[in-house]
């Protein structure tokens, strides 16, 4: 019916203020940030426009080194860009298994742009979210609390994650096969919980790709680059659907995610994790109580 | 460009190609049916699109912050504020809205909403034009070519030169009988070049016996590959007129350089009436009336429309019996962005000197008079009948409730002009509505969004589709109503113009008169 018209020209980095006043927007192609800072109104005020300032190169910076991050990221390249540099540090501890630096783009501006927000700034707590992978900054005694979305198909949320200041937590990021990114596993969701945003990011894409049933006809697949020629998984078959599954398929694929969530906590790259296929979830926190992470799942859960 | 527009409007392509979108840094490649990294931008058979239709106004707290660039407000003198949306301040347009047409359905969105207290209607549809055109004001003294002679694009007749305004240059694009009364060709280039114009787009259009002009709304118009910067404030002539009397008795003489008429104070009328002296002044050109001179050089890029680097070549030695030497002399051009001030040496030759402070203002007031030269593109309309239908039982009601200003059409989002008479026939400006707002269909047609907003007692009045009313909020949530079928790939938020009307503010009502008139 609508016609496109030929050719759209980039109308450059937006920054807005959002209905309540009080949120920031900031956009630029693929790049989208909700951004909300506490504190006193002049404070705010002035972390938005530090935000609003960094922002303003962050997409240019990334498209600079592209091709680059697009590679394996065992490749023996240093990328420049600070966004970059957080790139490849968060996916360089899964380089076992194929990574790029892109697994943890959407984490890696989000921390970088929230390093920027509160930089010389008094805020109690701060968020920039960027399509659900989140940075967050929080002040003495200060909690966070993220819903945890069980089937994003029909955005239910399954849980929420309690932060608080003492824990080592201030990132999060979730991925699945139902993201803007293709994912090479067949999870719903997988939210982690990490130092920061891009560890978070990379780690969730990991484990969402690890929760798979690699022989099962039931997982249709294609390769990625079919789907979006630019992609980064370059021919790797991506899920791009899954037919109804047993509860012993959801187990198994839910079981591999779960064991690999386990190794990346045990080696310290993440502090938790929750796992979703078809209605069913894997919670992974510290058995031990020490993150103090509250996890109040309303599905039944296991692990 | 033109040739990429109508390219597009009139062959299908083969659909395996991927595209590149340029619709931001990354430059993805998209394959055919997918889309690029944002998910805004998809490739539908080889063609860009967008993939947020519904785009919805957002209004602003007034004085809460103008549209801000993002570039503006960097240095700590002028810092950025935030631009804040009002909340709860919130209208759908049309822009993606979809259409019945021809099922005779109700309007795709049917929204309430209660604004101060009263409860409003808003009917959202893009409406399918077949009769319509397009309107372009080209702001030049340039001639374009003859009046009534064809406006061609790919050498079809799209329309034709019309009526000179003051300044400018007019042109009627489009029109039922370019769209559907002419060949297969002539209505597709047509539309597509229409749809171009609507959208934003360049278009070169070419006169028959005249030039070639590139016209984009909102921009300076390219005649035969010359970007027009400014309007001229007038002719010499008319420059001379305008300012003469701020001239006397700062300087002896001024010339003002123009390639359509020179001007020269103190022979011209304006100057003789306040008693300016001679000053045995020649000028090199074609006398037309005293002081006011055709043909002083070539057209060109130079001084005032002409090939002059240097203006003292328009003159011949002064008249020694009258001229004497310290005479002080103001040359400027048509649109003041060039000017030279000079003396008479002992030999009467002019030599250029410093422009004296007391003239610089006077220099400036010409260039601030000239305005920007633009092409103005305005959309015309009218609703017919199965767009009407849409938003009532019994269309011609619809037409009297416009007409009594009890309903409120704006296109877009922006205002229009609804004309007098028969039927709702409407124009509006394009620089006033969101981006790509305009479709089209092959019939060929145009797509204009276009949205009826009145209160909810005169929707009912006039046989609106009650039973199709949904609020606002579920809108904005995603709701659907139960006559649309369209499957919306999402949303857009576009920033209220603070030029344009909020389509809901009572002030446009003839209800609100009589309420504050009783």
């Known amino acids: 019916m609508r016609a496109g018209a030929t050719t759209f020209q980039d109308d450059g980095p937006i920054a807005a203020l959002i209905s309540d006043g009080r949120r920031l927007h900031l956009q630029h192609g693929p790049i989208d940030l909700i951004i909300e800072a506490e504190g006193a109104r002049d404070e705010v005020l002035a972390a938005y426009r530090q935000a609003r300032k960094r922002f303003r190169t962050v997409l240019v910076e990334l498209v600079d080194e592209l091709a680059m991050l697009r590679l394996g990221v065992d490749r023996d390249v240093a990328p420049t860009g600070d966004i970059a540099k957080r790139m490849k540090a968060a996916a360089l501890p899964f380089a076992d298994d194929f990574i790029t630096p892109m697994a943890a783009v959407a984490g890696a501006v989000a921390d970088e742009v929230l390093a920027s927000l509160i930089v010389g700034r008094r805020l109690s707590r701060a968020f920039v979210n960027n399509g659900g992978d989140i940075a967050f900054h929080l002040g003495a005694g200060e909690r966070y609390v993220a819903a945890l979305v069980g089937d994003p198909v029909v955005g239910r949320v399954a849980g929420r994650a309690t932060v608080s200041a003492e824990n080592a937590i201030r990132g999060i990021a979730t991925s699945g096969r139902h993201g803007r990114s293709h994912s090479l596993g067949i999870a719903d969701a997988v939210t982690v919980l990490a130092g920061n945003a891009a560890d978070a990011d990379a780690a969730a894409t990991m484990i969402a790709n690890a929760v798979d049933l690699p022989t099962s006809p039931k997982i249709e697949r294609a390769p990625a680059r079919a789907l979006y020629p630019d992609s980064d998984l370059g021919d790797r078959l991506v899920t791009t659907g899954v037919r109804d599954l047993e509860k012993n398929e959801i187990d198994a694929a839910l079981d591999a995610g779960y064991r690999y969530a386990m190794k990346a906590r045990d080696r310290g790259l993440i502090e938790a994790a929750f796992l979703s296929l078809a209605t069913s979830t894997r919670v992974l926190g510290d058995a031990m109580d020490q993150t103090r992470i509250e996890f109040e799942t309303e599905l039944e859960t296991t692990g | ?518």
């Not at chain 2, 030497?325 to 649109?335: H, I």
């Not at chain 2, 260039?367 to 849409?390: D, H």
């Not at chain 2, 920033?495 to 609100?512: Q, T």
């Open chain 2, 1 to 518: 460009m033109t040739e990429q527009v109508s390219d597009n409007a009139t062959k299908r392509k083969p659909a395996v190609e991927k595209i590149r979108c340029d619709a931001c840094p990354v430059m993805c490649y998209i394959a055919d049916g997918r889309s690029g990294a944002c998910d805004r931008y998809a490739n539908q058979g080889g063609e860009l699109v967008r993939l947020d239709p519904l785009t919805i106004l957002e209004n602003r707290i007034e004085g809460g912050g103008k549209v801000v660039p993002f570039l503006d407000g960097e240095d700590d003198a002028d810092p950025w504020q935030g631009d804040v949306l009002a909340d709860g301040e919130t209208f759908i347009t049309a822009v993606g809205a979809g259409t019945t047409y021809p099922d005779y359905k109700p309007a795709p969105f049917i929204v309430s909403s209660e604004i101060d207290g009263v409860d409003m209607i808003t009917v959202v549809t893009e409406g399918i034009f077949s009769y319509c055109g397009v309107k372009v004001k080209i702001d030049t003294d340039r001639h374009l070519g003859p009046e009534r002679n064809l406006v061609r694009v790919d050498g079809e007749p799209i329309g034709h030169v019309t009526t000179g305004e003051y300044g400018s240059q007019m042109l009627s694009i489009g029109g039922v009988h370019h769209l559907t009364g002419g060949g297969k060709k002539e209505g597709r280039v047509t539309c597509a070049s229409m749809l171009a114009l609507c959208n934003r787009e360049a278009v070169e259009l070419t006169i028959d016996d005249g030039c070639s002009v590139i016209v984009q709304a909102g921009q300076p118009p390219i005649i035969n590959g010359v970007l027009e910067n400014r309007m001229r404030v007038g002719c010499g002539s008319a420059t001379i007129g305008m300012f003469a009397s701020q001239w006397r008795g700062l300087v002896d003489e001024v010339v003002v350089v123009d390639d359509h008429i020179t001007g020269v104070v103190s022979e011209h009328q304006a100057g003789k009436v306040i008693g300016w002296p001679e000053t045995g002044i020649r000028i090199n050109g074609r006398k037309s009336t005293p002081g006011r001179y055709f043909q002083v050089a070539e057209p060109g890029t130079g001084w005032g429309g002409t090939d002059l680097q240097d203006p003292l070549k328009i003159l011949e030695p002064f008249n020694a019996k009258i001229a004497r030497p310290g005479q002080s002399m103001l040359m400027v051009s048509t649109t003041g962005e060039q000017s030279a001030y000079y003396v008479l040496d002992d030999d009467l030759q002019p030599v250029q000197r410093d422009l004296p402070e007391t003239l610089v203002g006077s220099v400036e007031r010409i260039t601030e008079n000239c305005e920007p030269a633009m092409c103005s593109v305005l959309f015309m309309g009218g609703a017919g009948g199965s767009l009407r239908s849409g938003v009532t039982e019994n269309p011609v009601r619809l037409t009297r409730s416009v007409k009594n200003m009890l309903t409120v059409i704006t296109v877009g989002g922006a205002p229009c002009y609804v004309w007098p008479g028969g039927g709702i026939t409407v124009m509006a400006d394009v620089t006033r509505m969101p981006e790509n707002a305009f479709g089209y269909v092959p019939t060929p047609a145009l797509v204009a969004p276009i949205e009826f907003t009145m209160r909810r007692s005169d929707y009912q009045a006039l046989g609106g589709h009650m039973d199709h009313v949904m609020p606002l909020g579920d809108a904005l949530k995603g709701g659907l109503g139960p006559q649309n079928d369209h499957i919306l790939g999402g949303r857009t938020k576009a920033m209220h113009r603070p030029e344009n009307p909020w389509p809901s503010d009572r002030r446009h009502y003839g209800w609100n008169r009589e309420d504050t008139a009783g």
